[in-house]
């Protein structure tokens, strides 16, 4: 029986469990009712007398051991069980709501500008924001010293030296540079859609910013009319501002383009009976547009005895103004949560 008693007694110190449920197996398989330990004490009832001292102490003993084992067990698994909840944190708690973010107005109104015109079969095309003096003037009919480069009060990256091949390295005033790149690359017919960033060194105010978003536009194919021009600008009119929005075309001037027009859309807020937004009028100037001058198609290596196109080109952050019925442009460059969160878009 000592043999038994000295067993179980090596089993209970060696015991290393990794979890509360292997202990409790473990306690009741020793402790429990017809556990090792009572077996024992049965087993006890049956020795001589003169041996009972000794086997009692000895099971007394392993009894207490076994009981001490156990409960410094149960507590250092408990304390580890609870270590682990703090560190991950109670799975079975319900989650916390996370505010969702919403598109810039600014990013909506360009996303529905370009979605109206893919409709058309146009295509975005990008270009790089750092340009070259050909792509933003040179191209697009701006002789060098020609006042209408002071249309777009330009940024300046690096000025040209005086050495041959040095050109103007400044940051793109408009989009139609990614039109100029377009017609160098591909052949028509061309049917583009140009969103981007442009720069001009303007004083900050209301109604202007020295960044601001442009989306253009070109179409070139044989034949392409003043009419065509007309008629898709005013699908978009329609689509961008409500079946009942008319267009009106005043003549305007472009180097790049001939004959040029600056598009008005009838007044969304007042339906053209004139308020303080439209000044009155009930119009609304919303785009520049024209005949691509055929110098421009000649510098770019299209045929202009062949082909023919029209451009356009417009403000997002003034179509955004007139649709949102915001008066102040710098609004959308503050980031105001309170001010973007009232925008909201499948797009
Ligand atoms: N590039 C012109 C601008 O930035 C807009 C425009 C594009 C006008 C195409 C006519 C045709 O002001």
């Not at 062949?306 to 952050?317: L, T, W």
Request: glycine letters at 6%.
């Amino acid at each position: 029986m000592i043999n038994k008693i000295q067993d179980l007694l090596k089993r209970v110190e060696e015991f290393a469990p990794t979890t509360a449920a292997e202990v409790e197996e473990f306690r009741i398989k020793i402790l429990g009712k017809k556990g090792e330990l009572n077996a024992l004490m049965e087993e006890f009832k049956t020795v001589p007398a003169e041996q009972k001292r000794e086997l009692g102490q000895k099971i007394n003993a392993l009894k207490q051991a076994a009981q001490e084992k156990i409960n410094s067990l149960k507590t250092t698994l408990a304390d580890s069980a609870a270590q682990k909840v703090a560190a991950v944190g109670d799975m079975t708690r319900p989650g916390s709501a996370t505010a969702d973010g919403t598109r810039h107005p600014i990013s909506i109104v360009k996303n529905q500008i370009v979605e109206i015109f893919s409709r058309l079969g146009y295509t975005v095309a990008e270009g790089p924001e750092i340009e070259d003096d050909w792509h933003v003037f040179s191209a697009l009919n701006f002789p060098l010293s020609h006042p209408a480069r002071d249309m777009q009060d330009t940024f300046f990256v690096e000025k040209a030296s005086s050495e041959p091949d040095t050109k103007d390295v400044l940051l793109r005033t408009h989009t139609s540079s990614i039109q100029v790149r377009a017609m160098e690359h591909q052949k028509p017919p061309i049917r583009i859609i140009c969103p981007g960033r442009v720069f001009r060194n303007e004083a900050i105010s209301y109604r202007a910013h020295c960044i601001f978003h442009q989306v253009e536009g070109l179409y070139i194919d044989e034949g392409v009319s003043f009419a065509d021009m007309k008629q898709s600008i005013l699908y978009f009119a329609k689509e961008l501002f409500g079946e009942t929005a008319t267009i009106r075309m005043r003549p305007s001037y472009f180097p790049f383009t001939e004959p040029s027009a600056e598009v008005d859309v009838s007044c969304n807020l007042c339906g053209g009976k004139g308020c303080n937004v439209c000044k009155g009028t009930g119009w609304l100037e919303i785009m520049g547009c024209g005949m691509v001058d055929p110098n421009v198609l000649e510098a770019s290596g299209i045929d202009s005895k062949k082909y023919s196109g029209f451009a356009f080109g417009m403000g997002v952050e003034r179509i955004a103004m007139l649709k949102y019925g915001v008066k102040d442009l710098r609004l959308y460059f503050e980031n105001d949560v309170r001010f973007l969160h009232q925008f909201d878009s499948a797009l």
